[in-house]
C-alpha cells in the first residue's frame, strides 16, 4: 500500500536519497557543465554548479508530491495504484532508454573567467529550471518507489530533504571522482556512463513491473 498511518522515516529517506541520485545522474548539459567546470575551475565550481541543480530538482521535486498529494482520493485505490506503479515502470524504462541511446550534448563553453561560487550555482539552478519535463521523472519514480506519504508533513519533509541530499551526495562524488581522473576523462567515457546508467534503469524498472504484476511489489 502507498498510504498508511505509520510511516517508516528511515525507508522513506532512503527512497528519497535513491529518487536524489537517479534525477540528478544522467549526462546531460547540466551533468556536462559540471565536468567541464570541474576540469577547467575546479571542484569547488563543479560542485556549487551541482548544488544549484539540487535545488532546481527538489522545487520540481516539491511540485510534483503536492501535485500528486492532490488527487489522494484517487491515487489511493488500490486498483489505482497498480496501474501507477505499472505506468511508473514503463515511463522509468523508457527514461533508462533514453540515456542509454542519447549522446550528451555540450552547452557552451564556459569561458576562462572563474567566476563567484555564487554565479557558477545560480547557473546550474537556472538550466535545470529550464527543463520542467523532470516532472515526468519524478512523477515515475515517486509512483515506482511508493514515495508521496499524505498526512504525514514531517516524515515528507524529511523525505524530500533526502532528494536534496542524494542530489548533492551525486555532484559531490561525480566531482571528486573528475578530480583523479581528470587527465583520463574522455566524452567517450561519460557516453558510456550513460548507456551502463541507462542500463541498469532498464533492468530495475522491467524487473519491477514484472514484480508488480505478481503482486510481489
Request: net charge positive; hydrophobic share 55%; glycine share 12%.
Amino acid at each position: 500500500m502507498m498510504f498508511v498511518h505509520s510511516v517508516d522515516v528511515i525507508d522513506l529517506m532512503l527512497r528519497g536519497l535513491i529518487i536524489g541520485i537517479i534525477a540528478s545522474a544522467p549526462m546531460g548539459p547540466i551533468g556536462i557543465l559540471v565536468v567541464q567546470r570541474t576540469l577547467k575551475k575546479g571542484r569547488l565550481y563543479g560542485f556549487a554548479t551541482g548544488v544549484g541543480a539540487a535545488i532546481s530538482d527538489i522545487v520540481y521535486a516539491i511540485i510534483t508530491g503536492l501535485g500528486m498529494g492532490l488527487v489522494l482520493d484517487f491515487i489511493e485505490k488500490p486498483s489505482t495504484m497498480l496501474y501507477l506503479r505499472l505506468v511508473g515502470s514503463v515511463m522509468l524504462f523508457f527514461f533508462g532508454l533514453w540515456m542509454f541511446k542519447s549522446k550528451p550534448a555540450t552547452p557552451h563553453a564556459p569561458s576562462g573567467k572563474l567566476g563567484t561560487v555564487t554565479h557558477n550555482g545560480v547557473t546550474g539552478f537556472l538550466l535545470t529550471l529550464s527543463n520542467p519535463l523532470i516532472v515526468f521523472l519524478f512523477v515515475a519514480l515517486f509512483a515506482r518507489l511508493n514515495f508521496v506519504v499524505p498526512n504525514h508533513l514531517w516524515e515528507q519533509t524529511l523525505g524530500y530533504a533526502a532528494i536534496f541530499g542524494g542530489s548533492l551526495l551525486w555532484w559531490a562524488c561525480l566531482t571528486s571522482a573528475l578530480r583523479t581522473m581528470k587527465a583520463r576523462l574522455q566524452m567517450e567515457t561519460i557516453n558510456i556512463f550513460n548507456r551502463l546508467l541507462g542500463a541498469l534503469v532498464m533492468a530495475v524498472s522491467g524487473i519491477g513491473f514484472i514484480l508488480t504484476l505478481m503482486g510481489k511489489l
